[in-house]
């Protein structure tokens, strides 16, 4: 569209708008005169949503005008300023014509573009046909990863399979990889295979094992009445034990028969009877505390067919902490001199650790700081925890957003899952990347590997990673296909939920100048994936996500749901916004109030 094109265009939205007015008459004498002129740039706008307005918004961007993007609180002044430009532009026409042509080493509004576009398929394949975003779906377990479920997420949707390389191991990630490839096939589309490496995760370690004690109690009411007996599975010893209240019978008692009975004396002394129902289940009216030490016997007609004491597994080890509490975080040889403690997967986290840094437990659920350090680790304070008490257990994530660690950028859980990448996927996840020499180092990996072909995704995940985020993207772009993925779990947690809004709009500008894709991942439906139903913030979010080009779902049960959810969110956005830039199609709400 050129300039006379352009100029008639917009002098045919202000005509509209200004004839509007008469639409609108009725409502508008009825407005308030202090409200008038807002009133009236209503109807404006109104008159020019009523038109699919993005042809012209793409025709004034092309010419370097503004493409409407934020008009709507002063309609006709923003149409009369756009016309000034498009009048300089056709007087300085003749003269730029004249001009000789400049060299320019960086890309046009088309040529930016393009290269995305480019850059974005090689990394995660051709886009759907029907939307602008990937959506990628991370496996759950590959017990849990048949062809229905592989049936089901392809169908709603998903375009790239995401492969966790820090849980299982290469025989279950193949399987999981096989059979989603499988389902691809028989649905005649392609899925891209990306594997997450596991980086240098640290975790907390228990210490020492939980207490043997079970409580059975049964349900009651706000009177203390029993309303539902406890249920306590029976299973024969030298079994799996059941999930949930279950007491092991001696094989040369099973099985028992509807009507025996089992006598107990709890660990409080206290005497408690069991009714069996049948062989694998009895019911008890009152509470029993069961540990090692106590004795059951088994009685039928009134004789005692056995006796024996109870086997009570470990509970979960639980540090229970309040605000103020100090605890211990010590390395993995140290031994605790007392049970205030819990260790950590990498001891040379613990030995980076300083006085005065923070220490945050379990996706920022609890945040400390070093009170002092020695050989075998580090004194912590609690700061801010979830609650009133937090329970600090096993095998949570540790982040260490003060402290600089100086670790391999790929430990020997790192090789494995790359060493499967190389065999299997399309893409690698770089997790925990810090700075260029990481980057540099899982290329020449990969080069002795012979994964050269293989795209590589920077998670950004650290305060550290952020502040190199131009290093990190330079140094990747030595070897396309390159991209990067907003981590925003451990990312807030380093940086501060507060900070997270803006980091990541900050993330989306530096990788579209750098025209590498990005990822949008971490809790994204994430209430929906788990239990079926949204929240009304997740939705949101979700909506957001689409200036991005790909967008990251967890696993869950009903994931295949939040696919499908996260399709039409999408599909709906890209009528709207395009990366930072508004759309203007039709609203079919913009008509004259009735």
């Known amino acids: 569209m050129d300039f006379d094109a352009l100029l008639a265009a917009i002098d045919a939205l202000r005509a509209r708008a200004l004839a509007a007015r008469a639409d609108h008459a009725p409502a508008l004498a009825a407005v308030a005169p202090s409200l008038l002129p807002s009133a009236r740039n209503l109807v404006a706008y109104l008159a020019l949503r009523a038109e699919d307005l993005r042809p012209l918004q793409q025709a004034l961007a092309a010419h370097g005008l503004s493409s409407l993007g934020r008009i709507e609180g002063h309609v006709l002044d923003a149409l009369d300023q756009v016309r000034a430009r498009i009048d300089d532009a056709r007087v300085r026409r003749g003269a730029l014509a004249a001009a000789p042509a400049i060299a320019t080493l960086t890309p046009s509004r088309d040529e930016a573009a393009h290269l995305l576009e480019t850059h ?116 024969p010893r030298m079994h799996a034990a059941p999930a949930g209240p279950a007491l092991a019978i001696p094989t040369a008692l099973w099985p028992l028969r509807r009507g025996d009975e089992l006598r107990v004396r709890d660990a409080r002394g206290r005497k408690r009877r069991l009714r069996v129902l049948d062989a694998q289940v009895a019911i008890v009216d009152r509470t029993v505390y069961l540990t090692p030490d106590c004795s059951v016997a088994a009685h039928r007609d009134g004789e ?128 925990f990347v810090r700075s260029p020499d990481d980057v540099r180092a899982l290329h020449a990996r990969l080069a002795e590997l012979g994964g050269d072909a293989l795209g590589i995704v920077l998670k950004i995940e650290t305060g550290e990673a952020f502040a190199q985020l131009p290093a990190l993207l330079l140094a990747a772009m030595a070897r396309p296909p390159v991209g990067v993925m907003i981590a925003r779990g451990d990312l807030a947690v380093e940086i501060g939920f507060e900070r997270l809004a803006e980091v990541q709009e900050e993330i989306l500008w530096l990788c579209e100048a750098a025209h590498v894709p990005v990822i949008w991942a971490t809790q994204v439906l994430e209430t929906l994936a788990r239990t079926g139903q949204p929240s009304r913030a997740e939705v949101t979010d979700a909506a957001m996500a689409g200036r991005a080009e790909c967008v990251m779902l967890n696993k869950g049960p009903f994931v295949a749901d939040a696919v499908a959810v996260l399709d039409d969110i999408l599909r709906r956005m890209a009528a709207h916004q395009h990366k930072k830039r508004s759309l203007f199609r039709r609203l079919s709400v913009a008509h004259a109030p009735h």
């Open 304 to 431: 005692r067919l056995g006796r024996w004491t109870a086997e009570v597994p470990a509970q979960p080890f639980a540090l229970r902490i309040e605000p103020g509490d100090r605890f211990r975080l010590l390395r993995a040889g140290a031994r605790p001199v007392d049970d205030r403690a819990i260790g950590c997967s990498l001891d040379l986290a613990v030995a980076a650790l300083r006085p005065g840094q923070r220490v945050i437990f379990d996706d920022g659920m609890l945040e400390t700081v070093v009170e002092a350090i020695d050989g075998d680790g580090a004194s912590l304070v609690a700061l801010r925890l979830a609650g009133a008490s937090f329970a600090l257990r096993a095998e949570k994530g540790i982040n260490l957003p003060d402290t600089v660690l100086d670790v391999p950028a790929l430990g020997p859980d790192d090789e494995r899952a790359l060493a499967f990448a190389v065999a299997h996927a399309d893409v690698v996840e770089a997790s």
């Open 120 to 235: 974005t398929r090689a990394l995660l394949g051709p886009r759907p046909a029907h939307r602008d975003v990937c959506v990628m779906v991370t496996a759950p377990a590959a017990a849990q990863v048949d062809a229905a479920w592989a049936d089901r997420a392809l169908g709603a949707g998903t375009d790239i399979l995401r492969v966790n390389g820090a849980h299982e191991d290469p025989a279950a990630w193949g399987r999981i990889v096989e059979t989603v490839r499988a389902a691809a096939a028989r649905a005649g589309r392609t899925c891209r295979v990306v594997v997450d490496l596991p980086g240098p995760k640290l975790r907390t370690v228990a210490r020492h094992e939980g207490p043997r004690v079970v409580r059975w109690r049964p349900a009651k009411d706000h009177l203390g009445q029993v309303q539902v007996p406890c249920r306590v599975a029976l299973y």
